[in-house]
């Protein structure tokens, strides 16, 4: 094992973190010296994947942070079952290259192809199909895990603690290799529908009407718009190609033919995107990003339909590499809200008014629909989540961090949950409210199990998990 070197280690809004010892292991001995050396000199370990969840859940201020991303290797690919074994620290983007020539594609994706696998089961993440198809877990054939006691453990469904370690934000276990189930596919391209709606009634009738018929859908929310027009956006609804659909499948069906353009227009280099958008990275200047991307939807989109590839459909994020750096100084933070069906329209347009009369208007709000899954800390249900970006500032942050605190108030009131690797605010009475009593007291006790000396933390845990556990002993 090298030695780790001293960093300031961030969540991946720049806005939360701290300085850490970070190390990256490339073998799993490496991971077993990283945590024998952190019980020697008195550290937690603090599990990391690429850095993508956009609060501290994969920072350790003042801990071994044990960054994954050089643990990497693709294991095992059956071309013919589509099943894949891989280490922890390959990433979305590591799987779908290698995969898509051969007519696969993961199940699950975020709107980013950069977090590792071990991070995204960690965190159970979800894509613009959960309603369908639920969250990555549900796709999970096995896990391999290193125990913080050094001996490796296989789980699988049959095994309850399977439904714990994922989605256990890697605070039970080391996760080390990932076996999962990937999706067949007969194109490299989709077939997308887009409409607009004037307001949050409509956005979610068009949810209503396209559920059954789409296999994926995302909405883009204007948080600015009021009134009348509260919750006006732009709905995508994305449609597998059957087989035959696409005469000639294969010549789409390639990294090249899926990587996404290095420049706008052809000319202007998307790495400096981000700078071209700093001048508007104010309230004024969103609004009108915002007013205009509505209206060209309106103008241009609504009503249609067209083919798009699989990478510029899901991987949204990375079409402006670094977009997060016109946000700087203060970073972003981004908080997502998960609320019953019955509830959500009624909570969606209470907490954009909320925002409204905070002077604190989301700058990027983004609508799902989810379903129930199986999961211990499980942030699914059968409802909508709203994840919304916000500027964080020297000025605004400690009222915006209360804007949080308010919202999540009318969120649990409504039978609502959050989701951890969204979080930078959560409070400790917060988590106790949202998830069921049971199932914490079952976390409590699986890890006082599996790691008594409590050697997994992370700024996450320390911060809002660690004292709710605390209080229901």
Not at 164 to 181: C, K, P, R, S, W
Not at 317 to 339: C, E, S, T
Not at 390 to 400: E, P
Not at 455 to 473: C, G, I, N, S
């Amino acid at each position: 094992m090298s030695a780790p070197v001293t960093a300031r280690v961030t969540g991946w809004g720049m806005a939360v973190g701290g300085d850490a010892l970070l190390l990256q292991p490339t073998t799993l001995e490496d991971i077993r010296a990283a945590l024998t050396y952190a019980r020697a000199q008195g550290l937690r370990v603090a599990l990391r994947g690429a850095g993508c969840s956009y609060g501290d859940a994969s920072c350790g201020t003042g801990k071994l942070v044990v960054d994954f991303t050089r643990f990497n290797r693709i294991l095992e690919f059956d071309r013919g079952s589509g099943v894949i074994r891989v280490q922890a620290g390959a990433t979305i983007g590591d799987i779908w290259q290698h995969v898509l020539p051969h007519g696969w594609w993961p199940p699950v994706v975020s709107g980013t192809m950069a977090p590792t696998l071990g991070g995204a089961v960690a965190m159970n993440i979800h894509g613009k199909n959960a309603y369908r198809v639920g969250p990555i877990g549900d796709h999970v054939l096995r896990l391999q895990v290193l125990l913080v006691d050094g001996t490796e453990r296989t789980l699988t469904p049959e095994d309850p603690l399977f439904f714990a370690v994922i989605g256990g934000f890697g605070e039970l276990a080391v996760i080390t290799e990932v076996t999962l189930q990937l999706k067949h596919i007969y194109a490299g391209q989709m077939d997308v529908d887009a409409l607009c709606g004037s307001n949050l009634a409509e956005i979610f009738a068009i949810f209503d009407d396209w559920q059954d018929r789409s296999d994926y859908i995302v909405a883009w929310i204007d948080g600015f718009a009021g009134g009348t027009g509260l919750g006006r956006g732009l709905v995508h609804m994305a449609h597998q190609l059957p087989p035959g659909a696409d005469a000639n499948p294969q010549a789409l069906m390639t990294v090249a033919a899926q990587t996404l353009p290095s420049r706008l227009f052809g000319v202007i280099p998307k790495a400096w995107m981000w700078v071209l958008l700093w001048p508007f990275a104010n309230n004024l200047g969103w609004r009108l990003v915002c007013w205009a991307k509505y209206w060209s939807g309106r103008l241009l989109e609504h009503g249609k339909r067209y083919r798009q590839g699989h990478a510029a459909f899901h991987f949204l994020l990375d079409y402006v590499p670094n977009f997060k750096f016109a946000y700087k100084p203060g970073g972003l933070i981004q908080h997502q809200i998960f609320v019953p069906k019955a509830e959500a329209q009624r909570v969606f347009a209470e907490v954009f008014r909320l925002q409204h009369r905070y002077g604190l208007p989301t700058w990027l709000a983004v609508m799902k629909r989810h379903r129930p899954d199986r999961f211990l800390l499980t942030h699914g249900l059968d409802g909508y989540s709203m994840a919304q970006d916000f500027a964080v500032t020297a000025r605004n942050r400690q009222k915006l961090w209360q804007l949080c605190h308010e919202v999540d108030a009318i969120v649990t009131a409504a039978g609502g949950r959050f989701y951890f690797a969204k979080d930078a605010t959560l409070q400790p009475d917060t988590v106790l409210a949202a998830w069921p009593k049971e199932n914490l007291l079952q976390f409590a006790k699986l890890r006082q199990e599996l790691d008594p000396e409590g050697l997994l933390a992370t700024d996450l845990y320390d911060r809002a998990v660690a004292p709710a556990l605390r209080k229901l002993a």
